[in-house]
């Protein structure tokens, strides 16, 4: 959450030329806002649709933006098990900045209340993200253009049998 996924996801799919798709836009397209979602239907509905979503947004070429926590789910682990999977990393000073409304699993509270719920989301998964992660890219501290000029790059360079490995 808030490490920049869209945003560089956009980019990154427009300097490769290829479709970009975010999951969470996917899900909201067809059943309305995930804050509803959540408060109607509970987490366990969202997840549902969010596993669809993914399933459906991972066929063909394409930059897929995964919600944060889209990967708890074992099918979706497998899914990207044949995928380049970049992970994005973000600390929690810069977390603090950026976070703002419309996150369900943060709301209520004050802003430090969301950083604390924010950092303790972020270690639970961390290990599920590192294991399905081919590529890291920290977006704390620089642009955001940067970043995605970066990833891009590195995509284009990737080459069969590339190994796992960060930046």
Same mark, same amino acid.
């Given at each position: 959450?808030?490490? /920049? ?8 799919? %427009?300097? $490769? /030329? &290829? ?28 997840? &549902?649709?969010? %596993? ?10 394409? #930059? &897929? ?10 099918? =979706? ?6 995928? !380049? &999977?970049?992970?994005? !990393? ?7 900045? %950026?976070? +703002?409304? /419309?996150?369900? $699993? $943060?709301? /209520? ?5 969301? #950083?604390? @719920? ?20 920290? =977006? ?23 190994? @796992?490995?960060? +930046?």
């Amino acid at each position: 959450m808030a490490a /920049g996924k869209s945003k560089i996801g956009r980019l990154v799919a %427009r300097s $490769l /030329g &290829v479709p970009f798709r975010d999951t969470d836009k996917l899900v909201t397209a067809v059943h309305g806002p995930i804050s509803d979602i959540f408060a109607e239907r509970g987490e366990g509905a969202f997840r &549902v649709l969010e %596993r669809q979503a993914v399933s459906d947004a991972l066929q063909g070429d394409a #930059v &897929v933006a995964l919600g944060g926590g889209a990967v708890l789910d074992a099918a =979706t682990q497998a899914d990207l098990a044949g995928h !380049t &999977v970049v992970l994005l !990393t973000v600390d929690r000073d810069s977390v603090a900045r %950026r976070l +703002s409304g /419309g996150r369900p $699993l $943060l709301d /209520g509270g004050d802003a430090d209340e969301a #950083v604390e @719920r924010w950092a303790s989301i972020a270690e639970a998964r961390m290990p599920i993200y590192e294991s399905l992660a081919t590529v890291t890219f920290n =977006t704390s501290a620089r642009p955001i253009s940067h970043i995605a000029d970066d990833i891009a790059t590195w995509a284009r360079q990737r080459g069969p049998g590339t190994e @796992r490995s960060t +930046s």
